[in-house]
């Protein structure tokens, strides 16, 4: 028997629009208070922005079969987006008005499988180092007790928006 899932989401541009208003925390944090719409991928997902400071963000995510890989575990492509938005979110949350930033490279590394009954695991981002051109970050793929399942170090390029 087959399984279907269904899901809304906002349009982006009204997010994108908005994001030269605001520095990258005060952004991240209208997102986070659902004052301005979630990216589409976080409702494809189902994964959260739950915690938003100054070089430190979380991201939460229940594993479902609809993250499954043919083997019977999540794909990696769920954990390096996971990843991606950690990591990129936490660089994002140390830029002024006025700068933007996209992803030059994403090192992941997997350390254990995770399935639905690994539970919620939280991608927490923190930014390395942050200059005027790049910024190096990294995240982590947490179960609920703390075990390192994957990490990931990202270079990021920051621009004028």
Not at 38 to 55: K, Q, R
Request: glycine share 10%; net charge negative; with cysteine.
């Amino acid at each position: 028997m087959g399984r279907s899932r269904t899901y809304d989401w906002e349009d982006p541009a009204v997010s994108a629009a908005a994001v030269a208003r605001f520095t990258g925390l005060e952004f991240l944090q209208e997102i986070q208070a659902g004052r301005l719409p979630a990216p589409p991928v976080a409702a494809t997902l189902g994964m959260t922005l739950d915690e938003v400071e100054h070089g430190r963000v979380v991201f939460t995510l229940v594993p479902g079969e609809e993250h499954y890989n043919p083997i019977g575990s999540v794909h990696g492509g769920v954990f390096a987006t996971l990843l991606d938005s950690a990591a990129g979110c936490a660089v994002q949350s140390v830029l002024p008005r006025g700068t933007g930033y996209t992803s030059l490279d994403l090192n992941v590394k997997f350390l254990r499988p995770v399935t639905v009954d690994t539970g919620r695991i939280s991608a927490v981002g923190t930014v390395l180092n942050s200059g005027r051109r790049t910024a190096l970050a990294q995240a982590e793929l947490l179960d609920a007790t703390g075990r390192l399942l994957a990490h990931t170090t990202s270079s990021c390029l920051l621009f004028p928006v």
